[in-house]
């Protein structure tokens, strides 16, 4: 065999090498990774796809995720390279939604308004059934318009459906920054209080719990000494000013536009107290660290990523108050504030 035939079979073989990969493919045994652990669906897409001789397997693990399915590919890609996932997975909304990734393409989301979970989380027939339907319709093809009207809508890119989810304006922001401008009334200090806060809630929790922190100032309260039958002019007033940081729990929800509020937590408080001395004009400073727990309920109102609204509660010493001059002292105080915030999704 010369040269010219040697050249002239592998020009060849090229050439077939098209036309033989899509029946090499279609050869190839081809499976449907359930990656939920619901006895249910597993039976529903096994009623579907093992006519067509497809074998629906269980994942070696749970997915949840959109982007869990880069998991099971070190398990089944070595065995088999057609191979299709699928799973209930949670886009970060708080709501369930069909993920499907089509031999290792990208992931497609279908939103799912399915009815809420039996106990365990477990799909009933009918919802399985229809779920199963709508993986027909992504992996084989068919007709669109016979997906069941459990689907809403489909969104083939997931992270744009984890933006949209988290922008569902019926949802309470992530992160919210607040400022606050009030009144207060206790013994570490009567007046115009400032201050701002920061608040944190997960996804997990949908968003109706969280963490936060808050600092707050006012100016210094005075209080003037009762009255004396002695002659002169009155004795200088006591002053007193309260830095409070605090830590605290929200739980909120939203009821028709109004998003109702509940903070409780610590709060510790720095106490600047200046005592006259008199007859001189000299005065003597002192300074006190305190505890306190702090409860308010409020309500704001959200526009867009804004919101405004005022809050109120109540706040009691853990430790002995320091008096204001000639004022007793008191464990409890009130305050109330306005808000003005802006949340982060």
Sequence with gaps: MNCRAIVTLILGAATLLPAIAPLARAAEPRQLVVGTPDPALVAALAAFFAP????????????RKPADAATVDGAVSRVRKTTDVVWLCDPGSGRRALCVRPQGQSVIVRRLALPAPTAGGALTAPDAAAVALSVQVVLLREDAESAPATVVAQIDDAAAYEKKASADPRQPPALTVELTAGAQ??????????????????????????????????????????????AGPPPPAATQSDLTVRLFARGQVDVWRLRLQLDLGPTGHVVTSHLPMPPTTSALTRRTLGYAVDAAIGAVVPWGRFFAGARAGLSYSLTEPAPLGWMPSSRWGAQAVAVLGVGFR
């Design 185 to 230: 009334a206790a013994t570490t200090g009567d007046g115009f209080r400032a201050g701002f806060n920061a608040a944190y809630a997960p996804a997990f929790l949908q968003r109706h719990l969280g963490l936060g922190a808050g600092l707050s100032l006012g100016p210094s309260s005075e209080s003037s000494p009762p009255e004396s039958n002695r």
């Design 52 to 63: 067509r001789g497809i074998d629906v397997v269980p994942s070696p693990w749970p997915l």
